[in-house]
């Protein structure tokens, strides 16, 4: 598999492992940071690179730098033009993940709002082999962080404590994967990944106010399935439908859409991913690597040239 090589840090391209910012900075001691995980694929035929809705992922992220009242945060088009040229700079010979981050870089105090930095960085990340089986979740007895004191719908990396802390408790207790719920005691999502639920052969998902993170695969998945004609509904979801569910899945960038086989040690329909997980399992693959002609409007294409 290729390994990264270049970082971009502040706009200089400098080899991988030679990033480096004080520990002391309020990015690493507050983890008063924001960031994007995006995909760039690489077409089977071609083996062109495109970059899968950069444009969502750049708006959320500075949705964040608002949010965080970060001063003077890098403008998109800079960011933009990083996320394209780290690719290029990497030369990946598969798939890409990629990050684009914006941290405080200086030492402070709570108020400190900048100087702020900035990376973009390319990393090999394999598909998860739990792609075509499934995977057990257990629901935590961790909860998912609320709007009103770390706000989930900005993808701040201080916002990940929850959800590491209920994946460790997981594998402790021999899951492959948490879902959290909301202070309220309604299904949000996984640690790192939306939810979705079939139940009479109607797709549901928590809502934006179940204090998920406002996934841009989530809007992809809603998407594709009301092109597929499949019913869709986003409304608060109870825990024990996730029992008497017929599918489950899990979705995001890094995971993809993954089926969950079962929870808390229940079988989710009959143990197996289901078949309306199956087809948006294909529909995504086809839209993300451009094997369809459809929503060339998600796709940037990168230069490598
Ligand atoms: C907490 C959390 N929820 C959901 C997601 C899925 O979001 P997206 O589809 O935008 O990658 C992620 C993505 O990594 C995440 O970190």
């Keep these: 598999m290729w390994q990264a090589r270049t970082i971009i840090h502040n706009g200089i391209a400098m080899p991988f492992h030679e990033a480096r910012i004080h520990p002391l900075a309020l990015g690493v001691a507050f983890g008063v940071a924001v960031f994007e995980g995006i995909r760039a694929y690489r077409h089977p035929a071609t083996g062109a690179f495109s970059v899968f809705r950069l444009e969502e992922h750049l708006a959320r992220l500075a949705q964040g730098m608002k949010v965080m009242r970060l001063a003077d945060p890098p403008a998109t088009d800079v960011l933009r033009a990083a996320v394209?040229?780290?690719?290029?700079?990497?030369?990946?010979?598969?798939?890409?993940?990629l990050r684009v981050q914006v941290q405080?870089?200086?030492?402070?105090?709570?108020?400190?709002?900048?100087?702020v930095g900035w990376i973009a960085a390319a990393l090999p990340r394999e598909r998860s082999a739990k792609?075509?089986?499934?995977?057990?979740a257990c629901v935590s007895s961790w909860t998912r962080i609320a709007d009103n004191a770390m706000p989930p719908r900005i993808k701040a990396s201080a916002n990940?404590?929850?959800?590491?802390?209920?994946?460790?408790?997981a594998k402790a207790d021999g899951y492959d994967s948490a879902i959290l719920l909301t202070q309220r005691g309604k299904v949000s999502e996984a640690a790192a990944a939306c939810l979705f639920l079939v139940r009479?052969?109607?797709?549901?998902?928590?809502?934006?106010?179940?204090?998920?993170?406002?996934?841009?695969?989530?809007?992809?998945?809603?998407?594709?399935?009301?092109?597929?004609?499949?019913?869709?509904?986003?409304r608060e979801v109870d825990r024990t439908e996730l029992y008497v569910a017929d599918e489950v899945?899990?979705?995001?960038?890094?995971?993809e859409l993954v089926a969950v086989t079962q929870v808390d040690r229940l079988p989710v329909g009959d143990g197996a991913p289901g078949p309306l997980t199956r087809r948006l399992q294909a529909a995504y693959e086809a839209v993300v690597r451009g094997l369809t002609e459809a929503h060339p409007e998600w796709r940037t294409p990168v230069p490598m040239g």
Excluded: K, W
């Design 84 to 97: 394209l040229e780290v690719i290029r700079l990497n030369a990946p010979d598969d798939d890409a993940y």
């Design 104 to 115: 405080v870089e200086a030492m402070g105090t709570m108020a400190t709002t900048g100087p």
């Design 131 to 136: 792609f075509a089986t499934g995977l057990s």
């Design 160 to 169: 990940y404590h929850a959800g590491r802390l209920a994946t460790l408790q």
């Design 200 to 234: 009479d052969g109607v797709l549901v998902t928590p809502d934006r106010t179940s204090d998920i993170l406002e996934s841009v695969t989530r809007a992809t998945v809603l998407t594709l399935a009301a092109e597929l004609g499949i019913p869709c509904e986003e």
């Design 249 to 255: 899945f899990l979705c995001g960038t890094g995971q």
